[in-house]
């Protein structure tokens, strides 16, 4: 397994202990294994990757770009299949709304893909690099108390773990994020907005069926959306064991108990090839979706824990973004740290880890939000002309998103390229030579001028 050496080791080598290995975890244990730190990590599960065999993942450019930077590009594409377009349609009748094939040329300068795999796989590959790199695992161990001040984390064991940092990557119902929540006093949602249905459906049983085989090209990898009144649907093949994916949003229901009657009632009217589709589904996941409070501070009020991944930014359940966002935050968390080398700058690390990663999630969970929102706009004048305007492009020959020759492109599209274009460590390098730098200096030459 090829591992990149970092271009930039931290001088001051510190103990940090990340709290869940889902892919934000795994991103920051990798990231800061890269740069030098010592890394523990504390995981419930017993092997990484099997509670997520049967989940899907879409793995955008913007975060393809960080595991190829880490020289990880084969790993990835043994177990990813490379998404080639996308094709939209009405969900209850099946009619072309329009399509695009993504662009060479702008997916080169994102420096990454658009690629469809089991997050299983994805965590799997991620918990290996991240061992042989040298972090340190702790399986089949649950946190359950965190003293922050002390930087203390208790297992449910009675073992007791240290470190110099702490990082809550546990999610929204983890143990770290409440602990913020009340230092902020923030309540938490509790009344989900959305339901999300997810599920696999074998290959085998998809190229078989003469109306569903279509959604298995393997010459043109394409995602499938289908904008519904109220609801609307993503489906994809999977890379690495051939599956198709299958993911629906539509407004919360009472079926968490029995999550396929709910699948059947969302797909009761919809177009015949999608409908055989889910028909081919033998178990499905229902996921409520909740409208999360935003966190103020990220950083507790010892200035010696963080969250990270959904912990700190909830996103939308299945968006194409849900994990992006947990890689970026390793990537800058690592870039920001490859320069320490004294202990008073592991604050000022957290705090700028914040400044940078926050405008970037808020702005992207208010996309992804408005995305689902968009793809499920009800029945009216408004839903109407977008299908219109939609269909008058794919009637003139044209993708949903190319630019007409002297025309501006759309902002549907300046936003894609923004989200799939930014360069999470860029971003990162740019801080420090702004900002990081110059303090670093002028700290050296108080402390030369003899100055405490």
């Known amino acids: 397994m090829a591992i990149e050496n970092a271009s930039t080791q931290a001088r001051l080598s510190i103990d940090f202990l990340v709290i869940g290995a889902g892919v934000s975890g795994l991103a920051c244990a990798m990231a800061l294994r890269r740069v030098g730190h010592r890394v523990v990590i504390i995981e419930r599960e017993k092997e990484i990757g099997e509670s997520n065999a049967s989940e899907a993942v ?56 658009f690629l469809f795999a089991h997050l299983g796989d994805l965590r799997k590959m991620m918990f290996n690099v991240a061992l042989c790199q040298g972090a340190k695992f702790r399986l089949n161990a649950t946190a359950v108390a965190v003293d922050p001040e002390n930087r203390v984390v208790t297992l449910d064991s009675g073992e007791t773990l240290t470190a110099d940092v702490i990082i809550g990557a546990d999610g929204v119902s983890g143990l770290v994020r409440p602990i913020l929540l009340a230092e902020q006093d923030i309540a938490e949602a509790r009344e989900p907005s959305l339901c999300m249905y997810t599920a696999i459906v074998p290959q085998a049983s998809v190229i078989k069926d003469s109306q569903s085989k279509r959604f298995f090209e393997p010459e043109v990898i394409t995602m499938f959306s289908f904008f519904g009144n109220n609801q609307c649907v993503i489906s994809h093949p999977i890379g690495g064991s051939p599956a198709f994916s299958f993911c629906l949003w539509r407004p919360w229901d009472n079926f968490e108990e029995a999550p396929e009657h709910g699948l059947l009632e969302a797909l ?67 870039k920001l740290f490859s320069h320490l080398s004294t202990e008073s700058q592991i604050s000022d690390f957290l705090y700028a880890f914040q400044d940078l990663r926050q405008p970037r999630c808020e702005k992207v969970l208010a996309s992804e939000t408005g995305n689902i929102q968009y793809m499920s706009m009800p029945d009216c004048p408004d839903q109407e002309m977008r299908d219109q305007g939609m269909m008058a492009l794919a009637a003139a020959g044209t993708g949903l998103f190319d630019v007409a020759e002297g025309g501006e492109e759309s902002p549907q599209w300046a936003e894609i390229k ?21 303090k670093q200096r002028a700290l050296e030459s108080a402390q030369n001028c003899g100055i405490k």
């Open 58 to 113: 879409r793995m955008p450019p913007n975060l393809s770009k960080i595991l190829y930077h880490w020289d990880l590009q084969s790993e990835v594409e043994a177990f990813a299949a490379k998404s080639k377009a996308i094709e939209i349609s009405r969900l209850e009748t099946g009619v072309l709304l329009g399509t695009h094939d993504w662009d060479e040329e702008v997916l080169r300068e994102t420096r990454g893909e």
């Open 268 to 334: 009761e009217h919809v177009e015949p090839k999608l409908k055989k589709l889910g028909s081919m589904i033998s178990s499905s996941r229902r996921v409520s979706v909740f409208e999360h409070p935003s966190l103020e501070d990220w950083v507790d009020e010892s200035g010696r824990m963080i969250v990270v991944g959904s912990a700190a930014h909830p996103i939308l359940a299945g968006a194409n973004q849900y994990h992006a966002m947990g890689v970026e935050d390793g990537a800058v968390l690592a």
């Open 418 to 438: 923004d989200i799939f274009g930014y360069d999470a460590e860029d971003e990162a390098d740019n801080w420090w030579v702004s900002w990081g730098l110059l």
